[in-house]
């Protein structure tokens, strides 16, 4: 038996058959891996920050207009006579709040015992939310009228105003000889206030009501304006009744 062969002392100090190279190697390759684990926690915990482009200003949106009441309604009707002679009258209203109404027809339909018989006044432009009277001159054919209707139409519709001219109230006088059959004739006399070029053609209409309010009669006249912002106006109406009091209504030639 060989006494060095496999035999240690007990408790006797291990010794490991490494070289100290290998240890020094294996001490680094451990620091190498720590840090590297270190590392990569830092990575993870500190991320790079993403850098986002700032929300664009949302442009506010105009608001359109509001649509337009493009209509022109009949807010009154009449007629007024005498002798052989009837004016159907319509009192119009552009109901626009900025649209002109531009060469308005009115087509008035007479009715009288037996039959009916039918005619246009002349062409007229209201501006916005104006009210304008307008009437045409029947003879023998509307003899013994008992009632009209009218009916308006628009020709077109511009945007914009329209240069209006207003009359005043004014006293009717009935003329001589005043009464007839069936009816009254007489005059109007009043003050027209507006804007107008001199020379310009003016048509100036009367409208005479009862003391309910009814349209009774009327009249229609065309004159010139002198210049400045007022003309005198006389205008001949007809009228179913002596009414107390009359309006005038005017507008330039279309």
């Not at 840090?35 to 986002?52: D, E, I, K, N």
């Not at 337009?68 to 159907?88: C, H, I, K, N, R």
């Not at 020709?155 to 004014?170: K, R």
Request: aromatic share 6%; charged share 10%; hydrophobic share 40%.
């Amino acid at each position: 038996m060989f006494p060095d062969a496999g035999f240690r002392p007990r408790n006797a100090p291990v010794r490991f058959a490494y070289h100290r190279g290998v240890t020094r190697a294996l001490a680094a390759a451990l620091v190498l891996v720590t840090a590297a684990a270190c590392g990569s926690t830092a990575a993870r915990t500190s991320p790079t920050p993403t850098h986002r482009p700032s929300p664009l200003a949302t442009p506010t949106a105009t608001p359109s207009a509001a649509p337009d009441t493009e209509q022109v309604v009949v807010s009154a009707s009449g007629f007024g006579a005498y002798d052989l002679q009837v004016y159907p009258i319509a009192l119009l209203t552009n109901e626009a709040d900025a649209h002109t109404a531009s060469q308005v027809v009115v087509s008035f339909t007479v009715d009288f015992r037996g039959g009916s018989y039918q005619l246009s006044a002349e062409p007229v432009s209201l501006g916005p939310g104006q009210t304008l009277a307008v009437t045409a001159l029947c003879t023998d054919s509307c003899q013994g009228a008992t009632g009209i209707q009218a009916s308006p139409a628009v020709g077109s519709w511009v945007s914009g105003p329209h240069s209006v001219i207003s009359g005043n109230s004014a006293p009717y006088v009935c003329g001589s000889p005043c009464a007839g059959d069936p009816g009254y004739e007489g005059s109007v006399s009043g003050t027209l206030s507006g804007q107008a070029s001199a020379g310009t053609l003016i048509d100036v209409t009367a409208v005479c009501k009862n003391a309910a309010g009814g349209i009774v009669g009327g009249g229609a006249e065309t004159t010139l304006w002198a210049g400045g912002d007022t003309a005198p106006a006389v205008v001949t109406v007809l009228t179913t009744t002596q009414p107390p009091s009359c309006q005038l209504y005017a507008t330039e030639v279309s």
